[in-house]
């Protein structure tokens, strides 16, 4: 089992920024990808980004040149800084390991 919980979340003004946290505890390592989907009201969940056990990255061309992830394998978390927010970022995110998700965080952008 695997234990993901998200932290970060909150309201922030369009063009703020603000940076999401993912504690992953349990029967974890550094060898699997981790990644964060959002999914806001009415629509679809989405990939946002993800990064591999090599430090690869992957993003949505929505969030491309704004957002960043990160991991940091000696603590098991992994982060995703978030710039030049847009109310269209609105939206739950959660974190993702394998079959595992976390519970995950609000984020509202305010225009």
């Known amino acids: 089992q695997v234990q993901l919980v998200e932290s970060g979340g909150g309201l922030v003004q369009a063009g703020g920024s603000l940076r999401l946290s993912c504690a992953a505890s349990?029967?974890?390592?550094?060898?699997?990808?981790m990644g964060w989907f959002r999914q806001a009201p009415g629509k679809e969940r989405e990939l946002v980004a993800v990064i591999d056990s090599a430090g690869y990255t992957n993003y949505a061309d929505s969030v491309k040149g704004r957002f960043t992830i990160s991991r940091d394998n000696a603590k098991n978390t992994v982060y995703l800084q978030m710039n030049s927010l847009k109310p269209g970022d609105t939206a739950v995110y959660r974190c993702?390991?394998?079959?595992?998700w976390g519970q995950g965080t609000q984020v509202t952008v305010s225009s």
């Open positions: 349990g029967r974890t390592d550094g060898r699997y990808a």
């Open positions: 993702n390991s394998q079959e595992y």
